[in-house]
Every structure is written in structure tokens, then in C-alpha cells.
């Protein structure tokens, strides 16, 4: 962030309101969650292995 150089590395998230005016509910605890991201990372290794290699040059679909 230009404001906070450096500052945007964690947010930490108060779902208070959005529990209290929507009824929202998370699907998922830190520790589910957490095992499923890994479980993904581990499923879709061609996709990272190409962003760490340089391979994958970051084109957004759907723009031309």
C-alpha cells in the first residue's frame, strides 16, 4: 500500500458485524480451512510450480 508501505502483510478480520446485521456464519474454522488450502496447493502444483519458475506470466482472462 503506497499509505503503509509494508503494513498490508496481515489483516486481521472482525466478522462481528457482518454476523450480527446478515446472520453470516463461516463455513470453515481455521483449522479446516487450513487443510483444505494446503490439500489445494498440493492438487494444483503445476499452477504454483509455473509462478515460481517465472513461467507463468500472470495474463487475466476474459481482456483483450
Known sequence: MTD???HDLRYA???GKIKRELGWEPQEDF???FRKTVQWYLDN???W???LSGDYQLDR???S
Open 61 to 63: 482472462l476474459g481482456t
Open 31 to 33: 483449522e479446516s480451512g
Open 49 to 51: 510450480q509455473n509462478i
Open 13 to 15: 478480520i472482525d466478522a
Open 4 to 6: 503503509r508501505p509494508g
Open 45 to 47: 502444483q503445476t499452477w
